[in-house]
Nanobody, 114 residues
Framework: QVQLVESGGGLVQPGGSLRLSCAASGIMFRIYAMGWYRQAPGKQRDLVALISSSDSTTYAESVKGRFTISRDNAKNTVYLQMNSLKPEDAAVYYC????????WGQGTQVTVSS
């Protein structure tokens, strides 16, 4: 049974930081590309960042220079370090694993507000 469990969301003031984690089980983690997506109310789910099995990374333009995706294959975990958060970053953040199949986590809420 595949599980992706996100954690680390919460309420943060503009300019603050959060670190999201996604722990995977039931997959051969090291061969999967891992991604973070986000979905704000009334909007589509959009890509935030991707990290391939060979550690190459891709970022949405809106988060470049502020967010960093990384992975720890020994812990089957992918991270998203989010700095300089803006109100427009507020959304539910979802973890995604993709190789032969795609899997999603349940999401973690990020709220950016003063």
């Amino acid at each position: 049974q595949v599980q992706l469990v996100e954690s680390g969301g919460g309420l943060v003031q503009p300019g603050g930081s959060l670190r999201l984690s996604c722990a995977a089980s039931g997959i051969m983690f090291r061969i999967y590309a891992m991604g973070w997506y986000r979905q704000a109310p009334g909007k589509q789910r959009d890509l935030v960042a991707l990290i391939s099995s060979s550690d190459s990374t891709t970022y949405a333009e809106s988060v470049k220079g502020r967010f960093t995706i990384s992975r720890d294959n020994a812990k089957n975990t992918v991270y998203l370090q989010m700095n300089s958060l803006k109100p427009e970053d507020a959304a539910v953040y979802y973890c995604n694993a993709y190789a032969f199949s795609a899997y999603w986590g349940q999401g973690t809420q990020v709220t950016v507000s003063s």
